[in-house]
């Protein structure tokens, strides 16, 4: 009957303990020295989204193998005997853990980890942030009314190339000198002409962009030059001032200068060189002091050796030479041009609209030849023309693009077993890029635990092992 007693007092001693860590509003999770979990509270559940019923008992190293957890701050207590705090990202939560190891005669008995929910302040802080942005994009705008052709000069990017190329891009902004940027069409040649001048000296003066190819080339010199009155017939009586005049104390973005006619070339030389101009039909040299940028979808090098462009004009636009890798080379940057133009569009329509993740994956595996202009285009019509908030499958091969990436799929396997093989494709190529799991979940945007669930499931190796 005694020990009967005794056994009733300790249970009733277990739950008064266990009913007291239920109480607090933090999460209290125990293990002891072998990793194994004794205690786990009400609040632990409620952040971590997991059931004490189910791990209590459990090997916590077990846990981190099986992807349950991505790492465990009680194992690393265990190991290094020492006190450990981290914060981390579990549940889409910002979470302070914090592991307290229990010491009885020098012998490690236990481990104790508190757990915080940080979500509130780091929402806070977003919004911070947001305010912070919205004051500078306000004041961005009043400051730039005067300027021609206004685009967003925010360059969106997560990859390696363009953050190299936005930090030379700043660099080479505070100089004068001439800069030739290459890409395909679409890159956004444009965008970085305009962020290179709004991050320079001549931020104040104005942005004036010519598309070489869109005027025709008897108009073309007197668009840049200006003319003088009477100059041709149905030239204005008063004259005109050209465009490279205007950009005087500016930047002048000469867009596909490959198109520029050969007698053209020879007067932008004298612009580069002299800093003078003249206005068809005149004969006085106006001085300008304007910085030229030139972009190209062309090898100009190769019109050069065919005698199409001036091999000095060449070296002169190209003292800084900059490429704008294709999408399709930048793969890291399609996720946050997305999250970004979604945002813009659903501001703009007063929009709720998201992608799903099988969406997304689609858009991802799609080469972009338009590059972001069609990656842009795209979700605007996505965004329009999806009938419910969720953007899904459906949607996406409703347009052109689907219909190219319909074209791909093995029409003998079903549509699951399509999408399957896609997200196979798609993880493995992300493996292949990278030297470890950290970053394969930095490149991809995914949790670890979710990774190794993921690659468990398409049956792909996840310990990545680089020579």
């Given at each position: ?19 007291l ?25 409620e952040i ?11 090997d ?57 929910d ?19 994009m ?62 320079s000296?001549r ?43 205007l ?24 612009v ?71 945002e ?65 799929l ?42 190794r ?15």
């Amino acid at each position: 009957m005694a020990s009967s007693n005794l056994k009733l007092n300790e249970y009733l001693k277990l739950s008064l303990i266990k009913d007291l860590f239920d109480s607090l509003d933090i999460g209290v999770h125990i293990v002891d020295a072998n990793g194994i979990t004794v205690l786990y509270n009400k609040t632990c559940e409620e952040i971590e989204g997991i059931e004490s019923s189910w791990i209590v008992g459990k090997d916590m190293s077990i846990l981190v193998s099986d992807g349950v957890y991505s790492e465990s701050i009680a194992l690393e207590v265990i190991e290094n005997r020492e006190k450990v705090a981290k914060t981390q990202r579990v549940n889409n939560k910002y979470i302070f853990s914090k592991g307290v190891p229990i010491f009885e005669d020098s012998k490690l008995t236990n481990v104790v980890v508190t757990v915080m929910d940080m979500t509130s302040l780091e929402n806070m802080k977003i919004q911070l942030n947001d305010l912070r942005n919205t004051n500078v994009m306000m004041q961005r705008e009043l400051n730039i009314l005067n300027k021609l052709d206004r685009q967003y000069d925010a360059i969106v990017s997560k990859s390696n190339k363009m953050e190299r190329i936005k930090n030379l891009a700043l660099r080479v902004a505070k100089v004068d000198s001439t800069i030739l940027i290459e890409g395909d069409s679409g890159v956004g040649k444009g965008l970085l002409s305009k962020f290179i001048h709004e991050n320079s000296n001549r931020k104040s003066g104005p942005f004036i962009k010519v598309d070489c190819s869109s005027l025709p080339e008897t108009l073309i010199e007197a668009e840049l030059f200006g003319y003088e009155e009477g100059a041709f017939t149905g030239a204005k009586k008063e004259g005109k001032i050209g465009l490279i005049q205007l950009s005087n104390k500016g930047t002048l973005f000469l867009d596909e200068i490959g198109e520029l006619p050969m007698k053209l070339q020879v007067k932008l030389l004298s612009v580069i060189q002299d800093k003078v101009i003249q206005k068809v039909g005149g004969t006085k040299n106006i001085q300008v002091d304007t910085r030229i940028i030139a972009a190209t979808n062309k090898n100009l090098l190769a019109m050069v050796q065919t005698g199409e462009f001036r091999m000095d004009l060449y070296y002169r636009l190209r003292v800084v030479p900059i490429r704008i890798p294709s999408l399709r080379e930048r793969k890291e940057d399609i996720v946050p041009l997305i999250e970004m133009f979604l945002e813009r569009l659903n501001n703009h329509y007063n929009y709720k609209k998201v992608i799903s993740s099988k969406a997304l994956k689609l858009l991802l595996n799609y080469d972009w030849p338009g590059n972001v202009r069609e990656l842009e285009n795209e979700i605007e019509r996505l965004v329009v023309t999806s009938e419910t908030e969720l953007i899904d499958i459906d949607d996406i091969f409703n347009g052109e693009i689907g219909h190219k990436l319909s074209s791909k799929l093995d029409e003998s396997k079903t549509f699951k077993e399509n999408v399957y093989n896609y997200e196979r494709i798609l993880l493995k190529d992300y493996i292949n890029k990278v030297n470890n799991i950290h970053e394969l979940s930095e490149k991809t945007g995914l949790e670890v635990s979710t990774l190794r669930k993921k690659a468990k499931r398409l049956g792909l190796d996840i310990n990545i092992k680089k020579k």
